[in-house]
Protein backbone atom coordinates (compact mmCIF):
# COMPACT_ATOMS: atom_id res chain seq x y z
CA UNK A 1 0.00 0.00 0.00
CA UNK A 2 2.41 2.42 0.32
CA UNK A 3 3.63 1.45 -2.77
CA UNK A 4 0.41 2.61 -4.17
CA UNK A 5 1.01 5.89 -1.84
CA UNK A 6 4.16 6.75 -3.18
CA UNK A 7 3.28 6.16 -6.62
CA UNK A 8 0.32 8.69 -6.67
CA UNK A 9 2.14 11.36 -5.10
CA UNK A 10 4.75 10.66 -8.11
CA UNK A 11 1.68 10.87 -10.23
CA UNK A 12 0.74 14.18 -8.87
CA UNK A 13 4.31 15.56 -8.82
CA UNK A 14 4.66 14.62 -12.56
CA UNK A 15 1.24 16.47 -13.29
CA UNK A 16 2.65 19.19 -12.30
CA UNK A 17 6.30 18.78 -13.96
CA UNK A 18 3.94 18.23 -16.92
CA UNK A 19 1.80 21.40 -16.84
CA UNK A 20 5.44 23.69 -16.55
CA UNK A 21 6.83 21.21 -19.17
CA UNK A 22 3.62 22.33 -21.67
CA UNK A 23 5.20 25.87 -21.11
CA UNK A 24 8.98 24.98 -22.39
CA UNK A 25 7.72 23.21 -24.74
CA UNK A 26 5.45 25.25 -26.71
CA UNK A 27 7.83 28.17 -26.86
CA UNK A 28 10.61 26.20 -27.78
CA UNK A 29 8.42 24.41 -30.29
CA UNK A 30 7.41 27.72 -31.82
CA UNK A 31 9.76 30.35 -30.76
CA UNK A 32 13.24 27.79 -31.01
CA UNK A 33 14.71 29.26 -27.53
CA UNK A 34 14.75 28.06 -24.09
CA UNK A 35 12.89 30.16 -21.69
CA UNK A 36 14.90 29.73 -19.07
CA UNK A 37 12.95 32.10 -16.74
CA UNK A 38 10.06 30.00 -17.02
CA UNK A 39 10.69 28.52 -13.39
CA UNK A 40 10.44 32.31 -12.38
CA UNK A 41 7.22 32.35 -13.82
CA UNK A 42 5.91 29.95 -11.60
CA UNK A 43 7.30 31.68 -8.66
CA UNK A 44 5.69 35.20 -9.57
CA UNK A 45 2.17 33.29 -9.71
CA UNK A 46 3.13 31.39 -6.82
CA UNK A 47 3.25 34.89 -4.98
CA UNK A 48 0.83 36.91 -6.49
CA UNK A 49 -2.01 33.69 -5.64
CA UNK A 50 -0.08 34.01 -1.89
CA UNK A 51 -0.65 37.73 -1.69
CA UNK A 52 -4.25 37.47 -2.64
CA UNK A 53 -5.37 34.62 -0.88
CA UNK A 54 -2.88 35.27 2.66
CA UNK A 55 -2.47 38.76 2.79
CA UNK A 56 -6.29 39.68 1.22
CA UNK A 57 -7.71 37.07 2.72
CA UNK A 58 -9.76 36.44 -0.40
CA UNK A 59 -11.19 33.32 -2.13
CA UNK A 60 -8.39 30.70 -3.59
CA UNK A 61 -10.25 30.71 -6.73
CA UNK A 62 -9.85 34.45 -7.09
CA UNK A 63 -6.24 34.17 -6.35
CA UNK A 64 -5.51 31.42 -9.34
CA UNK A 65 -7.60 34.12 -11.27
CA UNK A 66 -5.16 36.55 -10.50
CA UNK A 67 -2.05 34.33 -10.88
CA UNK A 68 -2.93 33.77 -14.05
CA UNK A 69 -4.11 37.12 -15.27
CA UNK A 70 -0.92 38.50 -13.80
CA UNK A 71 1.23 35.50 -14.86
CA UNK A 72 -0.22 36.30 -18.73
CA UNK A 73 0.52 39.64 -18.47
CA UNK A 74 4.10 39.03 -17.51
CA UNK A 75 4.77 36.59 -20.23
CA UNK A 76 3.52 38.53 -22.60
CA UNK A 77 5.69 42.10 -21.20
CA UNK A 78 8.84 39.92 -21.06
CA UNK A 79 8.52 38.45 -24.39
CA UNK A 80 7.78 42.13 -25.84
CA UNK A 81 10.85 43.36 -24.12
CA UNK A 82 13.31 40.58 -23.65
CA UNK A 83 13.07 38.29 -26.50
CA UNK A 84 11.00 39.82 -29.20
CA UNK A 85 14.13 41.95 -30.39
CA UNK A 86 16.61 39.03 -30.56
CA UNK A 87 14.32 36.63 -32.48
CA UNK A 88 16.46 36.75 -35.41
CA UNK A 89 19.79 36.70 -33.35
CA UNK A 90 21.55 33.70 -32.52
CA UNK A 91 19.34 31.30 -29.81
CA UNK A 92 22.39 31.89 -27.39
CA UNK A 93 21.63 35.56 -27.47
CA UNK A 94 18.39 35.00 -26.19
CA UNK A 95 19.29 32.24 -23.92
CA UNK A 96 21.02 34.86 -22.24
CA UNK A 97 18.34 37.69 -22.20
CA UNK A 98 16.34 34.26 -20.68
CA UNK A 99 18.86 33.87 -18.08
CA UNK A 100 18.62 37.77 -16.97
CA UNK A 101 14.95 37.60 -16.82
CA UNK A 102 15.09 34.60 -14.81
CA UNK A 103 18.07 36.80 -12.30
CA UNK A 104 15.14 39.79 -12.07
CA UNK A 105 12.52 37.96 -11.30
CA UNK A 106 13.90 36.56 -8.45
CA UNK A 107 15.71 39.45 -7.22
CA UNK A 108 12.33 41.61 -7.63
CA UNK A 109 10.39 38.89 -5.40
CA UNK A 110 13.53 39.24 -3.40
CA UNK A 111 13.16 42.33 -2.45
CA UNK A 112 9.76 42.25 -2.34
CA UNK A 113 8.70 39.12 -0.52
CA UNK A 114 12.47 38.56 1.14
CA UNK A 115 14.64 35.75 1.15
CA UNK A 116 12.53 33.39 4.60
CA UNK A 117 10.30 30.97 3.11
CA UNK A 118 6.42 32.06 3.08
CA UNK A 119 3.71 29.44 4.17
CA UNK A 120 1.67 28.72 1.07
CA UNK A 121 -1.95 27.66 2.24
CA UNK A 122 -3.55 25.22 -0.19
CA UNK A 123 -5.67 25.88 -2.44
CA UNK A 124 -7.79 22.60 -2.29
CA UNK A 125 -9.71 22.68 0.66
CA UNK A 126 -11.07 19.28 -0.33
CA UNK A 127 -11.14 16.34 2.56
CA UNK A 128 -8.60 13.46 1.53
CA UNK A 129 -9.80 10.50 0.20
CA UNK A 130 -9.41 7.76 2.28
CA UNK A 131 -9.53 3.92 0.52
CA UNK A 132 -8.96 0.19 1.05
CA UNK A 133 -10.09 0.67 5.02
CA UNK A 134 -8.36 3.43 5.62
CA UNK A 135 -4.94 1.63 4.60
CA UNK A 136 -4.32 4.43 2.01
CA UNK A 137 -5.03 8.16 2.19
CA UNK A 138 -4.85 10.18 -1.37
CA UNK A 139 -4.60 13.58 -0.76
CA UNK A 140 -6.92 15.90 -2.33
CA UNK A 141 -4.33 17.77 -3.50
CA UNK A 142 -2.72 15.11 -5.71
CA UNK A 143 -6.24 14.20 -7.27
CA UNK A 144 -7.21 17.77 -7.89
CA UNK A 145 -3.58 18.27 -9.63
CA UNK A 146 -4.10 14.63 -11.73
CA UNK A 147 -7.75 16.17 -12.81
CA UNK A 148 -6.21 19.41 -13.30
CA UNK A 149 -3.42 18.05 -15.17
CA UNK A 150 -5.98 15.86 -17.82
CA UNK A 151 -8.07 18.47 -18.24
CA UNK A 152 -5.33 21.11 -19.50
CA UNK A 153 -4.12 18.38 -22.06
CA UNK A 154 -7.42 17.80 -23.28
CA UNK A 155 -7.87 21.65 -23.63
CA UNK A 156 -4.72 22.67 -24.75
CA UNK A 157 -4.83 20.06 -27.94
CA UNK A 158 -8.52 20.61 -28.74
CA UNK A 159 -7.10 24.48 -28.78
CA UNK A 160 -4.37 23.04 -31.10
CA UNK A 161 -6.16 20.87 -33.71
CA UNK A 162 -9.44 23.04 -33.41
CA UNK A 163 -9.10 26.66 -33.42
CA UNK A 164 -7.31 28.96 -35.99
CA UNK A 165 -4.68 30.46 -33.69
CA UNK A 166 -3.76 26.71 -32.66
CA UNK A 167 -3.21 25.97 -36.03
CA UNK A 168 -0.95 28.85 -36.68
CA UNK A 169 1.00 28.21 -34.02
CA UNK A 170 1.35 24.66 -35.20
CA UNK A 171 2.08 26.41 -38.71
CA UNK A 172 4.84 28.81 -37.01
CA UNK A 173 6.44 25.56 -35.68
CA UNK A 174 6.74 23.86 -38.69
CA UNK A 175 8.50 26.98 -40.83
CA UNK A 176 8.13 30.63 -39.74
CA UNK A 177 8.92 31.95 -42.83
CA UNK A 178 6.22 30.16 -44.62
CA UNK A 179 4.12 30.29 -42.06
CA UNK A 180 4.67 34.49 -42.29
CA UNK A 181 3.91 33.95 -46.09
CA UNK A 182 0.99 32.47 -45.27
CA UNK A 183 -0.14 35.72 -43.69
CA UNK A 184 -0.15 34.70 -40.37
CA UNK A 185 1.07 37.24 -37.80
CA UNK A 186 4.34 35.65 -36.35
CA UNK A 187 4.89 38.28 -33.84
CA UNK A 188 1.01 37.47 -32.35
CA UNK A 189 1.33 33.50 -32.41
CA UNK A 190 4.60 33.74 -30.64
CA UNK A 191 3.03 36.40 -28.08
CA UNK A 192 -0.29 34.23 -27.79
CA UNK A 193 2.19 31.43 -26.90
CA UNK A 194 3.98 32.79 -23.83
CA UNK A 195 0.90 34.10 -22.73
CA UNK A 196 -0.30 30.30 -22.56
CA UNK A 197 2.59 28.92 -21.16
CA UNK A 198 2.95 31.69 -18.68
CA UNK A 199 -1.01 30.82 -17.46
CA UNK A 200 -0.37 27.44 -17.27
CA UNK A 201 2.84 28.33 -15.07
CA UNK A 202 0.53 30.25 -12.65
CA UNK A 203 -1.92 27.05 -12.44
CA UNK A 204 1.03 24.78 -11.65
CA UNK A 205 2.70 27.17 -9.18
CA UNK A 206 -0.63 27.09 -7.45
CA UNK A 207 -0.52 23.10 -7.69
CA UNK A 208 3.37 22.68 -6.79
CA UNK A 209 3.12 24.51 -3.79
CA UNK A 210 -0.51 23.50 -2.37
CA UNK A 211 1.36 20.36 -2.12
CA UNK A 212 5.26 21.35 -0.87
CA UNK A 213 3.82 24.76 0.72
CA UNK A 214 7.25 26.37 1.44
CA UNK A 215 7.66 29.96 -1.01
CA UNK A 216 10.49 31.01 -1.44
CA UNK A 217 11.94 33.81 -4.70
CA UNK A 218 13.69 30.02 -5.44
CA UNK A 219 10.90 28.07 -5.48
CA UNK A 220 10.32 28.16 -9.28
CA UNK A 221 14.06 27.51 -10.35
CA UNK A 222 14.66 23.44 -9.29
CA UNK A 223 11.03 22.39 -10.68
CA UNK A 224 11.87 24.53 -13.97
CA UNK A 225 14.66 22.93 -14.38
CA UNK A 226 12.82 19.31 -13.66
CA UNK A 227 10.15 20.10 -15.90
CA UNK A 228 12.17 21.23 -18.98
CA UNK A 229 14.05 17.94 -18.18
CA UNK A 230 10.75 16.06 -18.44
CA UNK A 231 10.16 17.91 -21.51
CA UNK A 232 13.43 17.30 -23.10
CA UNK A 233 12.38 13.49 -22.38
CA UNK A 234 9.22 13.62 -23.78
CA UNK A 235 10.50 15.10 -26.96
CA UNK A 236 10.55 18.81 -26.79
CA UNK A 237 7.73 20.44 -29.20
CA UNK A 238 5.73 17.42 -28.43
CA UNK A 239 2.64 17.93 -26.23
CA UNK A 240 1.63 14.29 -25.12
CA UNK A 241 5.68 14.17 -24.93
CA UNK A 242 5.14 16.53 -22.16
CA UNK A 243 2.68 14.59 -20.22
CA UNK A 244 4.50 11.09 -20.51
CA UNK A 245 8.07 12.66 -19.67
CA UNK A 246 6.62 14.97 -16.94
CA UNK A 247 4.47 11.57 -15.33
CA UNK A 248 7.32 9.54 -15.72
CA UNK A 249 10.07 12.18 -13.78
CA UNK A 250 7.39 12.69 -11.08
CA UNK A 251 7.28 9.07 -10.58
CA UNK A 252 10.93 8.08 -11.14
CA UNK A 253 11.66 11.18 -8.30
CA UNK A 254 8.93 10.03 -5.74
CA UNK A 255 10.25 6.33 -5.74
CA UNK A 256 13.61 6.97 -5.37
CA UNK A 257 13.19 9.18 -3.02
CA UNK A 258 10.90 6.60 -0.72
CA UNK A 259 13.35 3.58 -1.70
CA UNK A 260 16.74 4.62 -2.58
CA UNK A 261 18.04 8.11 -1.10
CA UNK A 262 16.35 11.04 -0.86
CA UNK A 263 19.60 12.86 -1.45
CA UNK A 264 20.66 10.92 -4.56
CA UNK A 265 16.52 11.53 -6.07
CA UNK A 266 18.07 13.92 -8.47
CA UNK A 267 20.76 12.41 -9.47
CA UNK A 268 18.72 9.31 -11.00
CA UNK A 269 16.02 11.42 -12.65
CA UNK A 270 18.70 12.92 -14.42
CA UNK A 271 20.27 9.46 -14.93
CA UNK A 272 17.08 7.78 -16.46
CA UNK A 273 17.07 11.04 -18.91
CA UNK A 274 20.50 10.39 -20.21
CA UNK A 275 19.81 7.24 -20.63
CA UNK A 276 16.90 7.37 -22.74
CA UNK A 277 18.16 10.27 -24.59
CA UNK A 278 21.56 7.99 -25.69
CA UNK A 279 18.85 5.26 -26.70
CA UNK A 280 16.47 8.29 -28.46
CA UNK A 281 18.05 11.15 -28.98
CA UNK A 282 15.13 13.63 -29.92
CA UNK A 283 13.51 12.11 -26.69
CA UNK A 284 10.71 9.30 -26.39
CA UNK A 285 8.23 11.00 -28.94
CA UNK A 286 10.65 13.70 -30.32
CA UNK A 287 10.35 13.70 -34.28
CA UNK A 288 13.71 12.48 -35.76
CA UNK A 289 14.99 15.90 -38.32
CA UNK A 290 16.96 14.38 -41.05
CA UNK A 291 19.91 16.03 -41.93
CA UNK A 292 20.20 17.40 -46.24
CA UNK A 293 23.62 17.88 -47.26
CA UNK B 1 43.94 36.24 -40.78
CA UNK B 2 47.56 36.24 -41.49
CA UNK B 3 50.06 34.61 -39.09
CA UNK B 4 51.43 37.94 -38.00
CA UNK B 5 48.13 39.52 -37.38
CA UNK B 6 47.14 36.25 -35.20
CA UNK B 7 50.98 36.52 -33.14
CA UNK B 8 49.86 40.36 -32.58
CA UNK B 9 46.42 40.07 -31.30
CA UNK B 10 47.53 36.88 -29.35
CA UNK B 11 50.23 38.46 -27.98
CA UNK B 12 48.03 41.50 -26.88
CA UNK B 13 45.43 38.60 -24.88
CA UNK B 14 48.92 37.83 -23.05
CA UNK B 15 49.36 41.88 -22.68
CA UNK B 16 46.08 42.27 -21.12
CA UNK B 17 46.62 39.85 -18.48
CA UNK B 18 49.63 40.81 -17.28
CA UNK B 19 49.06 44.69 -17.27
CA UNK B 20 46.37 43.32 -15.54
CA UNK B 21 48.46 41.46 -12.99
CA UNK B 22 50.76 44.44 -12.83
CA UNK B 23 48.43 47.36 -12.21
CA UNK B 24 46.89 45.35 -8.90
CA UNK B 25 50.20 44.22 -7.70
CA UNK B 26 51.36 48.31 -7.90
CA UNK B 27 47.64 49.19 -6.58
CA UNK B 28 48.41 46.26 -3.72
CA UNK B 29 51.84 48.15 -2.51
CA UNK B 30 50.59 51.34 -2.57
CA UNK B 31 47.50 50.33 -0.89
CA UNK B 32 45.06 51.14 -2.77
CA UNK B 33 43.13 48.04 -2.83
CA UNK B 34 40.29 47.42 -0.31
CA UNK B 35 39.95 44.16 1.23
CA UNK B 36 36.41 43.11 -0.05
CA UNK B 37 38.48 43.35 -3.73
CA UNK B 38 41.47 41.71 -2.57
CA UNK B 39 38.78 38.65 -1.79
CA UNK B 40 38.06 38.49 -5.19
CA UNK B 41 41.55 38.44 -7.04
CA UNK B 42 41.63 34.83 -7.46
CA UNK B 43 37.89 33.95 -7.85
CA UNK B 44 38.53 36.74 -10.92
CA UNK B 45 41.39 34.18 -11.78
CA UNK B 46 39.19 31.04 -11.14
CA UNK B 47 36.24 32.34 -13.90
CA UNK B 48 38.45 33.75 -16.07
CA UNK B 49 39.92 30.51 -16.67
CA UNK B 50 36.51 28.55 -16.44
CA UNK B 51 35.26 31.14 -19.48
CA UNK B 52 37.92 30.97 -21.68
CA UNK B 53 38.26 26.86 -20.92
CA UNK B 54 34.05 26.64 -22.07
CA UNK B 55 34.85 29.23 -24.59
CA UNK B 56 36.90 26.51 -26.52
CA UNK B 57 33.52 23.99 -26.37
CA UNK B 58 30.66 26.71 -26.41
CA UNK B 59 32.62 29.05 -29.01
CA UNK B 60 35.15 26.96 -30.98
CA UNK B 61 33.67 23.47 -31.04
CA UNK B 62 30.41 25.16 -31.39
CA UNK B 63 28.23 22.88 -28.66
CA UNK B 64 26.40 24.45 -25.92
CA UNK B 65 28.04 22.79 -22.68
CA UNK B 66 25.73 23.63 -19.13
CA UNK B 67 27.82 21.11 -17.26
CA UNK B 68 31.27 22.97 -16.76
CA UNK B 69 30.64 23.22 -13.19
CA UNK B 70 30.72 19.72 -12.46
CA UNK B 71 34.03 19.25 -13.95
CA UNK B 72 35.00 22.01 -11.79
CA UNK B 73 33.51 20.54 -9.00
CA UNK B 74 35.73 17.31 -9.70
CA UNK B 75 38.64 19.19 -10.17
CA UNK B 76 38.23 20.98 -6.78
CA UNK B 77 37.48 17.66 -4.82
CA UNK B 78 40.21 15.45 -6.49
CA UNK B 79 42.71 18.23 -5.79
CA UNK B 80 41.63 19.22 -2.49
CA UNK B 81 41.44 15.47 -1.82
CA UNK B 82 45.20 14.87 -2.31
CA UNK B 83 46.36 18.01 -0.64
CA UNK B 84 44.88 16.78 2.33
CA UNK B 85 46.29 12.97 1.82
CA UNK B 86 49.28 13.95 1.51
CA UNK B 87 49.82 16.30 4.34
CA UNK B 88 52.05 14.21 6.47
CA UNK B 89 54.10 12.67 3.06
CA UNK B 90 54.82 15.76 1.35
CA UNK B 91 55.04 18.92 4.18
CA UNK B 92 55.28 21.46 1.52
CA UNK B 93 52.03 23.27 0.81
CA UNK B 94 53.27 24.77 -2.82
CA UNK B 95 54.35 21.14 -3.76
CA UNK B 96 50.66 19.68 -2.63
CA UNK B 97 49.03 22.40 -4.28
CA UNK B 98 51.30 21.69 -7.45
CA UNK B 99 50.33 17.71 -7.89
CA UNK B 100 46.98 19.03 -6.83
CA UNK B 101 46.46 21.11 -10.08
CA UNK B 102 48.03 18.38 -12.14
CA UNK B 103 45.16 15.70 -10.60
CA UNK B 104 42.35 17.94 -10.39
CA UNK B 105 42.83 18.59 -14.05
CA UNK B 106 43.39 15.14 -15.13
CA UNK B 107 40.54 13.95 -13.45
CA UNK B 108 38.28 16.32 -14.80
CA UNK B 109 40.16 15.38 -17.76
CA UNK B 110 39.19 11.73 -18.06
CA UNK B 111 35.47 12.85 -16.86
CA UNK B 112 35.45 15.03 -19.65
CA UNK B 113 36.05 11.80 -21.97
CA UNK B 114 34.08 9.46 -20.48
CA UNK B 115 31.38 11.74 -20.23
CA UNK B 116 31.98 12.79 -23.73
CA UNK B 117 31.92 9.63 -25.60
CA UNK B 118 28.34 9.11 -24.95
CA UNK B 119 26.75 12.40 -24.75
CA UNK B 120 28.98 14.56 -27.67
CA UNK B 121 26.64 11.79 -30.10
CA UNK B 122 23.61 14.60 -28.98
CA UNK B 123 22.48 17.75 -30.88
CA UNK B 124 22.08 21.11 -29.80
CA UNK B 125 19.63 21.54 -26.97
CA UNK B 126 19.29 18.06 -26.28
CA UNK B 127 23.16 17.91 -25.99
CA UNK B 128 23.17 20.77 -23.48
CA UNK B 129 20.18 19.53 -21.05
CA UNK B 130 22.55 16.11 -20.96
CA UNK B 131 25.77 17.79 -19.72
CA UNK B 132 23.44 19.82 -17.43
CA UNK B 133 22.30 16.31 -16.01
CA UNK B 134 26.05 15.38 -15.95
CA UNK B 135 26.70 18.32 -13.88
CA UNK B 136 24.21 17.76 -11.55
CA UNK B 137 24.62 13.50 -11.09
CA UNK B 138 28.32 14.85 -10.13
CA UNK B 139 27.48 17.48 -7.63
CA UNK B 140 25.04 15.13 -5.99
CA UNK B 141 27.20 12.02 -5.78
CA UNK B 142 30.15 13.75 -4.39
CA UNK B 143 27.24 15.59 -2.06
CA UNK B 144 26.96 11.68 -0.14
CA UNK B 145 30.36 10.70 -0.95
CA UNK B 146 32.00 9.75 2.68
CA UNK B 147 35.76 8.72 2.35
CA UNK B 148 37.90 8.22 5.33
CA UNK B 149 41.84 6.49 6.00
CA UNK B 150 42.99 5.04 8.21
CA UNK B 151 46.02 2.19 9.01
CA UNK B 152 44.42 -0.39 6.66
CA UNK B 153 43.90 2.44 3.63
CA UNK B 154 40.91 4.18 2.29
CA UNK B 155 37.60 3.46 3.24
CA UNK B 156 34.82 4.67 1.05
CA UNK B 157 30.95 4.79 1.56
CA UNK B 158 28.11 6.64 0.60
CA UNK B 159 25.73 6.65 3.55
CA UNK B 160 27.55 8.48 6.84
CA UNK B 161 30.89 8.61 8.60
CA UNK B 162 30.31 5.88 10.73
CA UNK B 163 29.50 3.23 8.29
CA UNK B 164 33.22 3.95 7.08
CA UNK B 165 34.35 1.56 10.05
CA UNK B 166 37.34 3.00 10.71
CA UNK B 167 40.03 2.57 13.16
CA UNK B 168 39.28 4.62 15.70
CA UNK B 169 43.33 5.78 16.65
CA UNK B 170 44.13 5.54 13.43
CA UNK B 171 41.30 6.84 11.26
CA UNK B 172 40.50 10.32 9.85
CA UNK B 173 37.70 11.38 7.42
CA UNK B 174 38.98 12.84 4.45
CA UNK B 175 35.62 13.94 2.82
CA UNK B 176 32.18 14.25 4.59
CA UNK B 177 29.29 13.93 2.59
CA UNK B 178 27.55 17.62 2.56
CA UNK B 179 30.20 18.84 4.46
CA UNK B 180 32.70 18.68 2.30
CA UNK B 181 36.55 18.80 2.67
CA UNK B 182 37.75 21.00 5.51
CA UNK B 183 41.13 22.01 6.43
CA UNK B 184 42.59 22.82 3.05
CA UNK B 185 45.70 25.19 3.04
CA UNK B 186 44.41 27.94 1.30
CA UNK B 187 47.08 28.34 -1.01
CA UNK B 188 45.69 29.99 -3.99
CA UNK B 189 47.22 33.17 -4.55
CA UNK B 190 46.56 35.82 -7.01
CA UNK B 191 49.53 35.54 -8.57
CA UNK B 192 49.34 32.06 -9.54
CA UNK B 193 45.65 32.36 -10.44
CA UNK B 194 47.13 35.06 -13.04
CA UNK B 195 49.83 31.92 -13.95
CA UNK B 196 47.13 29.28 -14.43
CA UNK B 197 45.47 31.67 -16.53
CA UNK B 198 48.03 32.56 -18.76
CA UNK B 199 48.65 28.79 -18.93
CA UNK B 200 45.10 28.14 -19.92
CA UNK B 201 45.48 30.87 -22.56
CA UNK B 202 48.63 29.48 -23.79
CA UNK B 203 46.93 26.07 -24.11
CA UNK B 204 43.83 27.81 -25.63
CA UNK B 205 44.90 29.73 -27.74
CA UNK B 206 47.43 27.51 -29.34
CA UNK B 207 45.29 24.90 -29.68
CA UNK B 208 42.78 27.35 -31.99
CA UNK B 209 45.62 28.42 -34.11
CA UNK B 210 47.16 25.05 -35.21
CA UNK B 211 45.73 22.69 -37.20
CA UNK B 212 43.77 20.80 -34.46
CA UNK B 213 42.58 23.95 -34.11
CA UNK B 214 41.16 24.52 -37.69
CA UNK B 215 39.96 20.73 -37.65
CA UNK B 216 37.38 21.38 -34.39
CA UNK B 217 36.42 24.98 -36.37
CA UNK B 218 35.38 23.23 -39.24
CA UNK B 219 32.90 20.56 -37.35
CA UNK B 220 31.45 23.62 -35.48
CA UNK B 221 30.68 25.25 -39.19
CA UNK B 222 29.64 22.21 -41.09
CA UNK B 223 29.63 18.94 -39.57
CA UNK B 224 29.28 17.23 -42.98
CA UNK B 225 32.11 19.02 -44.87
CA UNK B 226 34.55 18.21 -42.51
CA UNK B 227 33.64 14.41 -42.42
CA UNK B 228 33.30 14.30 -45.67
CA UNK B 229 37.04 15.63 -46.12
CA UNK B 230 37.96 12.82 -43.54
CA UNK B 231 38.30 14.64 -40.36
CA UNK B 232 37.79 12.53 -37.65
CA UNK B 233 35.05 14.17 -36.05
CA UNK B 234 34.15 12.06 -32.84
CA UNK B 235 38.15 12.29 -31.67
CA UNK B 236 38.39 16.17 -32.16
CA UNK B 237 34.84 16.81 -30.24
CA UNK B 238 35.95 14.57 -27.68
CA UNK B 239 39.64 16.07 -27.67
CA UNK B 240 38.31 19.77 -27.29
CA UNK B 241 35.83 18.36 -24.82
CA UNK B 242 38.17 16.84 -22.74
CA UNK B 243 40.43 19.71 -22.54
CA UNK B 244 37.97 21.83 -21.67
CA UNK B 245 36.59 19.87 -19.12
CA UNK B 246 40.57 19.77 -17.55
CA UNK B 247 40.96 23.46 -17.42
CA UNK B 248 37.98 23.67 -15.51
CA UNK B 249 39.11 21.25 -13.18
CA UNK B 250 42.32 23.10 -12.76
CA UNK B 251 40.17 26.01 -11.93
CA UNK B 252 38.35 23.79 -9.31
CA UNK B 253 41.76 23.33 -7.87
CA UNK B 254 42.33 27.10 -7.63
CA UNK B 255 38.60 27.45 -6.25
CA UNK B 256 39.16 24.45 -3.54
CA UNK B 257 42.40 26.35 -2.67
CA UNK B 258 41.04 29.63 -1.73
CA UNK B 259 38.52 28.33 0.73
CA UNK B 260 38.85 26.18 4.21
CA UNK B 261 35.61 24.23 2.97
CA UNK B 262 34.90 23.09 0.28
CA UNK B 263 31.32 21.75 -0.09
CA UNK B 264 29.84 20.61 -3.11
CA UNK B 265 26.43 22.44 -2.58
CA UNK B 266 24.17 24.11 -5.06
CA UNK B 267 25.89 27.38 -4.89
CA UNK B 268 28.88 26.30 -5.50
CA UNK B 269 28.49 24.13 -8.51
CA UNK B 270 25.23 23.92 -9.20
CA UNK B 271 24.02 24.93 -12.86
CA UNK B 272 23.63 28.37 -11.83
CA UNK B 273 27.42 28.23 -12.02
CA UNK B 274 27.31 26.50 -15.08
CA UNK B 275 24.96 29.17 -16.39
CA UNK B 276 26.98 31.99 -15.05
CA UNK B 277 29.54 30.78 -17.07
CA UNK B 278 28.18 30.62 -19.97
CA UNK B 279 26.97 34.07 -19.81
CA UNK B 280 30.72 35.24 -19.20
CA UNK B 281 31.18 32.96 -23.02
CA UNK B 282 28.50 34.66 -24.57
CA UNK B 283 29.15 38.43 -23.61
CA UNK B 284 32.47 38.14 -24.30
CA UNK B 285 31.75 36.80 -27.77
CA UNK B 286 31.59 33.01 -28.96
CA UNK B 287 35.29 32.29 -29.67
CA UNK B 288 36.64 35.50 -28.66
CA UNK B 289 39.17 34.71 -25.98
CA UNK B 290 39.99 37.92 -24.35
CA UNK B 291 36.19 38.87 -24.31
CA UNK B 292 35.62 36.01 -22.22
CA UNK B 293 38.60 36.99 -19.82
CA UNK B 294 36.98 40.58 -20.00
CA UNK B 295 33.47 39.47 -19.14
CA UNK B 296 34.29 37.37 -16.49
CA UNK B 297 36.40 39.87 -14.82
CA UNK B 298 34.09 42.83 -15.29
CA UNK B 299 30.47 40.91 -14.16
CA UNK B 300 32.37 39.26 -11.85
CA UNK B 301 33.41 42.61 -9.69
CA UNK B 302 29.99 44.30 -10.97
CA UNK B 303 27.82 42.61 -7.61
CA UNK B 304 30.69 43.32 -5.69
CA UNK B 305 31.29 47.01 -6.80
CA UNK B 306 27.67 47.67 -6.73
CA UNK B 307 27.84 46.57 -3.39
CA UNK B 308 26.94 50.07 -1.81
CA UNK B 309 23.52 49.32 -3.34
CA UNK B 310 23.05 46.78 -1.35
CA UNK B 311 19.57 45.11 -2.20
CA UNK B 312 19.87 46.14 -6.01
CA UNK B 313 22.85 44.85 -6.77
CA UNK B 314 21.57 41.49 -8.37
CA UNK B 315 18.60 43.52 -9.74
CA UNK B 316 20.93 45.63 -11.72
CA UNK B 317 23.28 43.33 -13.28
CA UNK B 318 20.14 41.40 -14.45
CA UNK B 319 18.90 44.61 -16.09
CA UNK B 320 22.72 44.91 -17.11
CA UNK B 321 22.47 41.36 -18.53
CA UNK B 322 19.47 41.74 -20.53
CA UNK B 323 20.25 45.27 -21.78
CA UNK B 324 23.96 44.68 -22.77
CA UNK B 325 22.87 41.03 -25.00
CA UNK B 326 20.43 43.06 -26.74
CA UNK B 327 22.53 45.78 -27.29
CA UNK B 328 25.23 43.38 -28.54
CA UNK B 329 22.83 40.72 -30.52
CA UNK B 330 19.79 42.54 -31.76
CA UNK B 331 19.73 43.10 -35.32
CA UNK B 332 18.24 46.64 -35.20
CA UNK B 333 21.14 47.48 -32.63
CA UNK B 334 23.40 46.31 -34.69
CA UNK B 335 22.07 48.28 -37.49
CA UNK B 336 21.56 51.52 -35.41
CA UNK B 337 25.33 50.94 -34.11
CA UNK B 338 26.48 50.69 -37.54
CA UNK B 339 24.51 53.92 -38.69
CA UNK B 340 25.95 55.83 -35.44
CA UNK B 341 29.53 54.47 -36.08
CA UNK B 342 29.45 55.90 -40.16
CA UNK B 343 27.65 58.97 -39.13
CA UNK B 344 30.43 59.82 -36.78
CA UNK B 345 33.22 58.54 -39.09
CA UNK B 346 32.01 60.87 -41.66
CA UNK B 347 31.84 63.65 -39.29
CA UNK B 348 35.01 62.95 -38.24
CA UNK B 349 36.54 62.84 -41.82
CA UNK B 350 34.69 66.15 -42.66
CA UNK B 351 36.31 67.72 -39.82
CA UNK B 352 39.78 66.36 -41.64
CA UNK B 353 39.04 67.97 -44.36
Known amino acids: ?293 | MTKNKVRIQNAVTYGMVILFWVVIQVMDKTGHLTSLFKGLLVPLCMYAILAVSLNLTVGILGELSLGHAGFMCLGAFSGAFLTNCLETAVPSVGVRFFMALILGALVAGVFGLLIGIPVLRLKGDYLAIVTLAFGEIIKNLINVLYVGRDANGFHFSMKDTTSLGLDEETGVVLIKGAQGITGTPRAATFTIGILLLLLTLFIVLNLIHSRTGRAIMSIRDNRIAAESIGINITKYKLMAFSISAALAGMAGVLYAHSLSTLKASSDNFGYNKSILILVFVVLGGLGNMRGSIIAAMLLTALPELLRGLNDYRMLIYAIVLIVMTIFNSSPKAIELRSVVMSKLRGGAKKEVA
Do not use: W
Open chain 1, 1 to 293: MSFLSYFISGVSLGAVYAIIALGYTMVYGIARMLNFAHGDVIMVGSFVIFTVVSTFGMNPFIGIAAGVLACTLLGVTVERIAYRPLREATSLAVLITAIGVSYFLQNVALLIFGSNAHQFTSVVSLPNLVLAGGNLTVSSTAIVTIISCIIIMIALTAFINKTKMGQAMLAVSEDRGAASLMGIDVNKTIAVTFAIGSALAAIAGALLCSAYPSLTPYTGSMPGIKAFTAAVFGGIGSIPGALIGGIVLGVIENLSKAYISSQLSDAIVFAVLIIVLLVRPTGILGRKINEKV
